[in-house]
């Protein structure tokens, strides 16, 4: 029995041109890249420039996965943008990539799941192309993290940067089986208990402005690996597929230490691992797709590799993905 599967038909990504790198926040803050290196593996971060918005870096990642593929702007039917700093309240950030991209039909919208915005993104996506509402989407996660963040806070200022990446994906008749090419399952969680663990101190109805990101770094620290490796069994479950079968495993990068205890509670080795979070820092909603693209263009991820993708940020929320590119 065949299936209609949403098949990756491209990627790209988009970084901001300054680097922000630890020595320069060391000279700013009381820090030092020696601490920063040792609880996070982050080494430095891409900041957006003055008037370099979400939307920009969002059409910058949009137009290089679209080179990628292959495929004209037109074809695209569905954009759904995962971001927790958009442009404006309203409208949407996605709607701005689509007037940039000269896009005039279907739907665009932007998608909040703070760090898991991606995979909820793809997610979503993925539902609305196997039930034949579109036929080709663009999937974005992009972020200006820098805007939202108390460059006095230490204890969070050290650990976001900026950027974007996006996928193009197309649904296409397979034979229904564990090799076929495509997203083959993705499995979201929220719990809303945890909602005052990572969260922003300002919004539109409560305070009327934009407000700083505020953590409480050692919960989210104590409830990662457990929530991440939780949602990767499923994925497996779902699939009848095991660790051992995974090519790339390409996870949020939020915290190095995180990325290793959740990959050893998995047993997958540290060589099928791809590894960001040293150059971009936590990109929140960009940093799977950012990933993704450089294993892509490095020539790591090859077509018929299978590829787990995996996310835990504010809410709090999680997902994961597992698909054969
Ligand atoms: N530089 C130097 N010292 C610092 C810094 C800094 N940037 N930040 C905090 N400290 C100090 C603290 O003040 C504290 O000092 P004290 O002992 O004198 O009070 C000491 O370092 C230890 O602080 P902790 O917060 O307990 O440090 P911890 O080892 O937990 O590391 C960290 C902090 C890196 C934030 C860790 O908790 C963590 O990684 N948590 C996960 C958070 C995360 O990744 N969030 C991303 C968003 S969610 C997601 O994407 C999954």
């Given at each position: 029995?065949?299936?209609?599967?949403s098949?990756?038909?491209?990627?790209?990504?988009?970084?901001?041109?300054?680097?922000?790198?630890?020595?320069?926040?060391?000279?700013?803050?009381?820090?030092?890249?020696?601490?920063?290196?040792?609880?996070?593996?982050?080494?430095?971060?891409?900041?957006?420039?003055?008037?370099?918005?979400?939307?920009?870096?969002?059409?910058?990642?949009?137009?290089?996965?679209?080179?990628?593929?292959?495929?004209?702007?037109?074809?695209?039917?569905?954009?759904?943008?995962?971001?927790?700093?958009?442009?404006?309240?309203?409208?949407?950030?996605?709607?701005?990539?689509?007037?940039a991209?000269?896009?005039?039909?279907?739907?665009?919208?932007?998608?909040?799941?703070?760090?898991?915005?991606?995979?909820?993104?793809?997610?979503?996506?993925?539902?609305?192309?196997?039930t034949g509402?579109?036929?080709?989407?663009?999937?974005?996660?992009?972020?200006?993290?820098?805007?939202?963040?108390?460059?006095?806070?230490?204890?969070?200022?050290?650990?976001?940067?900026?950027?974007?990446?996006?996928?193009?994906?197309?649904?296409?008749?397979?034979?229904?089986?564990?090799?076929?090419?495509?997203?083959?399952t993705?499995?979201?969680?929220?719990?809303?208990?945890?909602?005052?663990?990572?969260?922003?101190d300002?919004?539109?109805?409560?305070?009327?402005?934009?407000?700083?990101?505020?953590?409480?770094?050692?919960?989210?620290?104590?409830?990662?690996?457990?929530?991440?490796?939780?949602?990767?069994?499923?994925?497996?479950?779902?699939?009848?597929?095991?660790?051992e079968?995974?090519?790339?495993?390409?996870?949020?990068?939020?915290?190095?230490?995180?990325?290793?205890?959740?990959?050893?509670?998995?047993?997958?080795?540290?060589?099928k691992?791809?590894?960001?979070?040293?150059?971009?820092?936590?990109?929140?909603?960009?940093?799977?797709?950012?990933?993704?693209?450089?294993?892509?263009?490095d020539?790591?991820v090859?077509?018929?590799?299978?590829?787990?993708?995996?996310?835990?940020?504010g809410?709090?929320?999680?997902?994961?993905?597992?698909?054969?590119?």
């Amino acid at each position: 029995m065949t299936a209609t599967r949403s098949v990756v038909l491209g990627c790209g990504s988009y970084l901001p041109q300054q680097i922000l790198t630890n020595a320069e926040l060391a000279a700013r803050i009381d820090t030092s890249d020696e601490w920063i290196v040792q609880r996070t593996g982050i080494r430095q971060r891409h900041i957006a420039a003055e008037g370099e918005f979400t939307s920009h870096l969002a059409i910058n990642a949009a137009r290089a996965a679209l080179a990628d593929a292959g495929i004209d702007a037109q074809s695209i039917d569905l954009i759904v943008l995962g971001t927790s700093t958009p442009d404006h309240t309203f409208p949407a950030t996605a709607v701005a990539v689509q007037a940039a991209l000269g896009i005039h039909h279907g739907a665009a919208f932007d998608l909040q799941a703070v760090c898991s915005g991606f995979i909820f993104a793809l997610s979503t996506a993925d539902s609305f192309l196997r039930t034949g509402a579109f036929k080709r989407a663009l999937v974005i996660g992009a972020e200006t993290f820098s805007r939202i963040l108390d460059w006095n806070d230490r204890g969070t200022c050290v650990l976001f940067g900026d950027g974007a990446g996006a996928v193009i994906l197309e649904a296409q008749q397979q034979p229904g089986e564990a090799s076929d090419r495509g997203i083959l399952t993705t499995h979201l969680r929220s719990d809303g208990r945890h909602k005052t663990k990572l969260y922003v101190d300002g919004g539109p109805s409560s305070t009327r402005t934009v407000g700083y990101l505020r953590m409480e770094g050692r919960e989210v620290f104590k409830h990662a690996v457990g929530m991440i490796t939780d949602v990767i069994y499923d994925a497996f479950k779902a699939t009848g597929t095991t660790a051992e079968d995974i090519d790339w495993f390409v996870p949020h990068q939020a915290n190095k230490r995180i990325i290793d205890a959740s990959a050893h509670k998995l047993h997958i080795p540290p060589h099928k691992v791809v590894l960001t979070v040293d150059l971009h820092g936590n990109t929140s909603a960009a940093s799977i797709p950012l990933a993704l693209s450089v294993a892509v263009k490095d020539g790591r991820v090859k077509k018929g590799d299978l590829v787990l993708l995996e996310a835990m940020g504010g809410g709090f929320t999680w997902g994961s993905a597992l698909l054969r590119w």
